[in-house]
């Protein structure tokens, strides 16, 4: 066997090996992100006492749409990020690193 060639056999199993696991990995995250965020948005709504419907209707979104949010089903865009803060009357922070993230809702002050 001619070692300086690999086995391509072998390195195609092994990668396949990693991309699963980097996918897994990937899946995971979105997932934690996805509870994070809809932890997020349901304190703020709750802490201003709105209804789903409510913050729909200030954030320019469908009722539906707040409780797959709210239920992590949905992970939004950075528009529709726009339009939720707007809806709850907050900024949204994002804080990021390898391994947790930090998002909350800052209310802005009264007028």
Do not use: C, W
Not at 26 to 41: E, M, N
């Amino acid at each position: 066997m001619d070692h300086a060639r690999g086995n391509p056999a072998r390195e195609k199993t092994l990668t396949k090996g990693y991309a699963a696991a980097s996918k897994g990995a990937a899946k995971v995250a979105r997932f934690r992100l996805a509870v994070s965020f809809a932890k997020a948005v349901l304190d703020r709504r709750r802490e201003l006492g709105l209804s789903q419907a409510e913050v729909a209707e200030r954030s320019g979104l469908s009722q539906a749409k707040i409780a797959r949010i709210e239920s992590a089903a949905s992970f939004p865009t950075l528009p529709l990020l726009r339009r939720l803060a707007v809806g709850l009357n907050a900024s949204l922070n994002i804080a990021m690193d390898a391994d947790r993230e930090q998002i909350t809702f800052t209310a802005h002050p009264a007028a």
